[in-house]
């Protein structure tokens, strides 16, 4: 009533209020634009130098090149793909990651398949140990796996080695198993939340635990396994110390992408046009993968599944 | 040819092959068992793979490295505990375990401080999933790959030559003359740059979560708040923060776990040097030295630091399995 009688006074504060309010839409608008160059900038440095020759990236800095006469070629992506071995790196890097995430995901598949749908003394307790395991650092499990596979020799057709450091196979065996934990902990919360009546009603039909497994628990869980085949990709492909303890020194013609990577740095020091070409050739393809997928994965870490 | 695509092949498609093989057959194998005793063997069946692998790549090694923390080098005698004696005599495991302090306290602040603070401001923008599209990014790529983009940021050439360098060069437009950031160790400021290019990977992805909490808010009850007359500071302060708690421990013990496993950016960007080692990096120093029982010890020091996490984790499993 009085608010209609007199219009005056309530406009006042509103435009007051209006100017605030906008003044902090500006304030919002200028932390995110800052934020935004920051997570940028270092990213489009490197990937204009990885452009540009030599000389240049050496005489003067890498917003020059955004600038006429841009003189980029994509030469220093030739260079290392060729000389430096990061062709070879690359296809061992695949190598390395395309195993490891199959086997560590369907073994997984099967246990969080029975600690979901079937039932057994010990199943509380066990899984509760899969938790604890999630966190354990894999420094303590070093020194007696590289002692178990030095003593591994097998010469039995394409197997041919006397010690299991630096095979691939080495690599993958421990992706299987340090991505287990975390593989079985999200696929059996996923698993376990399917609906009942449908396991039920399989059995009642005369499905067994396989048929049930295969034709209804996978199918159903596509989007709890699409974000673990995105999380146990990215974390093989860009793991470095695993391939250093069970790769590195013992086998350099097996290393991925990261060790290569890692030793240009050493070797090639201030030649940062090489480096950037080496580096955003070893991210493309996670950052493919990435963007593809990341809703799953979004999706992965924020249902209460975090990893260690 | 090479060689290797045939070695490929047979795993891709024999691995899986192999896995699916065996379900089959433990259901074969369960038809020689009476009817009564199936239900009881099919779980353990089932489960044996990962059992197996979680065992031999997990739990063995763990006891073993527990073990050999006590011998010598070439893991022949017991020598008590005079690796632990070492640890906490030599400076440069007490280095180590200083930066990793400074490491565990400074990554969980700027990663859950920059992440939630992004979380609210994107939420006021249009273009929000631009902006957390590009935040969200550096988890994509290796750390290596992160550490040579950040190296080249921390370029430092000796005053008088072209900087380069990103920072080195924005300095040098107010004035100031080149820093070789990673080379100062007054003040940990190399450490604090290696913690930065961690949080500048791992900020996007305490943002994500975060945001995804604050989504789970109900508009309703902010709207509520605003009505009464509440501010924005006071509608995040007394709202919006204490519902995030949750969310916020959970990213912070993920931080915590991360800072403390530190190892590539330190191994690829300074290896260690300039009083920037951490104990992952020492540790891996000392398997390529060939001190297995100091090694072990590290790795063993790295476990007790990790325990009462693991005990968090398992009581905060307890509560959900518990309302679930």
New interface residues.
């Given amino acids: 009533m009085t608010a209609v009688a007199q219009p005056r006074e309530i406009t006042a504060p509103r435009t007051t209020s209006r100017f605030s309010r906008g003044l ?2 500006v304030g ?2 200028a ?2 634009v800052i ?2 160059a ?6 489009i ?2 990937l204009v ?1 990885s452009f540009r020759p030599a000389q240049d ?6 917003w020059n090149g955004l600038f006429p006469p841009y003189n980029l070629s994509l030469d220093n992506y030739a260079a290392v793909l060729s000389e430096q071995g990061i062709g070879d790196a690359f ?1 061992n890097s695949l ?1 390395i990651t ?2 490891s995430v ?3 995901i ?3 598949a ?2 969080a ?3 979901s749908w ?3 003394p010990g ?2 307790l ?1 899984f ?1 140990a ?19 596979y030095s003593g591994i020799s097998i010469h039995f057709g ?1 197997l041919n080695f006397d010690t299991l450091n630096g095979e ?1 196979l080495a690599v ?3 992706h ?3 991505g ?2 975390f593989a ?1 902990y999200l696929l059996r919360n996923y698993m ?1 939340g399917l609906p009942r009546e449908v396991f039920e009603s399989a059995a009642i039909d005369g499905a ?3 048929v049930a ?2 034709r209804l628990a996978l199918p159903m869980s596509v989007p709890a396994i699409a974000a673990l085949v995105i999380f146990q990709f ?1 974390f093989v ?5 695993v391939a ?2 069970y790769i590195g ?1 013992t086998n350099a013609a097996n290393s991925p ?2 060790i290569s ?2 030793n240009l ?2 070797s090639l020091g ?1 030649n ?1 046009q090489l ?2 070409a ?3 050739l ?2 493309a393809l ?2 493919a ?2 963007a593809a997928l ?1 809703r799953y994965f ?1 999706r992965g ?2 249902g ?1 599944a ?3 | 040819m090479d ?2 695509i ?3 092949l ?3 498609i024999g ?2 092959a192999v ?2 093989g065996y ?2 057959l433990t ?1 074969i194998a369960l038809r020689a068992l009476p009817e009564r005793y199936k ?2 063997a ?3 069946l ?2 044996l ?3 197996a ?2 065992f ?7 006891i ?3 073990i ?1 923390s006590f011998r010598n080098a070439d893991d022949t005698d017991f020598i008590g505990l005079n690796n632990f004696q070492k640890f906490v005599s030599s400076d440069a495991t007490l280095i180590a375990l200083r930066n990793n302090i400074l490491w565990v306290i400074f990554l969980t602040v700027f990663c859950v401080g ?1 992440g939630l ?2 979380a609210v ?2 939420d ?2 249009r ?1 929000e999933s631009w ?1 957390k599209g ?12 992160a ?7 921390f ?1 430092y050439q000796p005053p008088g030559e ?3 360098g ?1 920072m080195n ?1 924005f300095i040098g437009v107010f004035g100031i003359s080149p820093v070789p950031w990673l080379q100062i160790d007054t003040f940990a400021l190399n450490t604090f740059a290696l913690i930065g290019v961690m949080a ?1 990977m791992w900020t ?2 305490a943002m ?2 975060i945001s ?2 604050l989504k789970s808010i109900s508009a309703e009850l902010l709207e509520a708040a605003r009505v009464d007359g509440a501010n ?1 500071w006071q509608v995040f302060r007394r709202i919006v923060f204490p519902l995030l708690l949750p969310t916020i421990a ?2 912070s ?2 931080m915590i ?2 800072a ?2 530190a ?2 950016i330190v ?3 300074t ?1 260690g040097n300039f009083n920037t080692d951490v104990i ?1 990096n020492l ?2 120093k000392q ?2 030295f060939g001190d ?1 029982g100091f ?2 010890a ?3 020091v ?2 007790i630091a ?1 325990v009462p ?2 005990g968090v ?2 009581r905060r ?2 509560a ?2 518990a309302i ?1």
């Fill in positions: 902090g839409r919002v608008h932390g995110v934020l935004m920051i997570w940028l900038i270092p990213t440095g490197l130098n990236v050496a005489s003067s800095g890498w296809v190598f395309i195993p199959i086997i560590p369907l073994v997984a099967f246990a398949y029975a600690f079937m039932s057994f199943r509380n066990l509760v899969v938790v604890g395991l999630l966190v354990v650092p894999l420094q303590t499990t070093f020194i007696p796996i590289l002692r178990l394409p691939f993958w065996l421990a299987t198993g340090y287990l934990p079985i376990g067994s635990p396989v497994f295969l990215l492909w860009n793991d470095l110390l250093l303890v020194s992408l990261t990577i890692a740095v050493t201030g940062w480096l950037g080496a580096a955003f070893s991210m996670p950052l993968v990435f990341q979004v870490i924020t209460g975090v990893k260690g | 060689p290797r045939g070695t490929a047979t795993v891709l691995v899986p896995l699916i379900i089959y259901e239900p009881r099919r779980p353990w089932w489960l793979p990962a059992l692998f979680l031999v790549f997990l739990i063995y090694p763990t073993g490295t527990f050999r920059i603070l992004i401001l994107v006021r923008v273009y902006a590009v935040i969200f990014l550096p988890p994509a790529i290796s750390a290596v790959a550490s040579v983009i950040w190296k080249f940021m370029d072209p900087q380069t990103t060069a500048w996007g992805f994500v979560i995804a909490s924005e959970v990213v013990t993920t776990i991360t403390l496993k190892f590539d191994y690829t960007m290896g992952a540790m891996y398997i390529s297995f090694a072990s590290i790795a063993v790295l476990l990790i996490i693991m984790n398992i499993f307890q959900q399995e679930r």
